[in-house]
T-cell receptor, first 112, second 114 residues
Framework: GNSVTQMEGPVTLSEEAFLTINCTYT??????LFWYVQYPGEGLQLLLK?????DKGSNKGFEATYRKETTSFHLEKGSVQVSDSAVYFC???????????FGKGTTLSVSS | GAVVSQHPSWVICKSGTSVKIECRSL??????MFWYRQFPKQSLMLMAT?????????EQGVEKDKFLINHASLTLSTLTVTSAHPEDSSFYIC??????????FGQGTRLTVV
């Protein structure tokens, strides 16, 4: 079946630190992969996506590369800001378009 | 990107009453809509998947008679929480997909049952 596993948090960093949030997936075929972000009290927003192997999604300084060989889609940012504090969800959309599966979410707290 | 509008944003209702949440795709045809429930500090739990014109597919453990889902058109799906109780209080989110390989989310509905 389809599943997404992401590192558990919370992740606590100082401003300008490097961020990595690991995400691995299980799926048949070629799913699309996403990172969503949820700021306190708000709904989900798409942060970035990749639809095929070796694609790199990027947005607001965040990057993630679709690695088919390791079934991973790790989220990275070179220098985090306080405003990046939020919950980050890794998700996959299966090739058939019938399942949108989320990881459990990772809470990021950035302090100045 | 495409827009999905979810209404209401928040609702407070008395125990025993029913509440309807609407999810509309404003600028695309949503062939599939997903309904999620999010508990505080927890991930999104998929409740059901609905395709236009057919019955929703519910995840294991979700009461279909309590959470009624209707997807009557390509732009509208509704979730009705029937005979709501305080334990149904939660954040409900819909997501819609069309021809694009991406899911678009509504703003979410905060339901509080008193």
């Amino acid at each position: 079946g389809n599943s997404v596993t992401q590192m558990e948090g919370p992740v606590t960093l100082s401003e300008e630190a490097f961020l990595t949030i690991n995400c691995t997936y299980t799926a048949t075929g070629y799913p699309s992969l996403f990172w969503y972000v949820q700021y306190p009290g708000e709904g989900l927003q798409l942060l970035l996506k990749a639809t095929k192997a070796d694609d790199k999604g990027s947005n607001k300084g965040f990057e993630a590369t679709y690695r088919k060989e390791t079934t991973s889609f790790h989220l990275e940012k070179g220098s985090v800001q306080v405003s990046d504090s939020a919950v980050y969800f890794c998700a996959l959309f299966n090739q058939a378009g019938t399942a949108l599966i989320f990881g459990k979410g990772t809470t990021l707290s950035v302090s100045s | 990107g495409a827009v999905v509008s979810q209404h209401p944003s928040w609702v407070i209702c008395k125990s025993g009453t029913s509440v309807k949440i609407e999810c509309r795709s404003l600028d695309f045809q949503a062939t599939t809509m997903f309904w999620y429930r999010q508990f505080p500090k927890q991930s999104l739990m998929l409740m059901a998947t609905s395709n236009e014109g057919s019955k929703a597919t519910y995840e294991q453990g979700v009461e279909k008679d309590k959470f009624l889902i209707n997807h009557a058109s390509l732009t509208l799906s509704t979730l009705t929480v029937t005979s709501a109780h305080p334990e149904d209080s939660s954040f409900y989110i819909c997501s819609a997909t069309g021809e694009l390989t991406e899911a678009f989310f509504g703003q979410g509905t905060r339901l509080t049952v008193v």
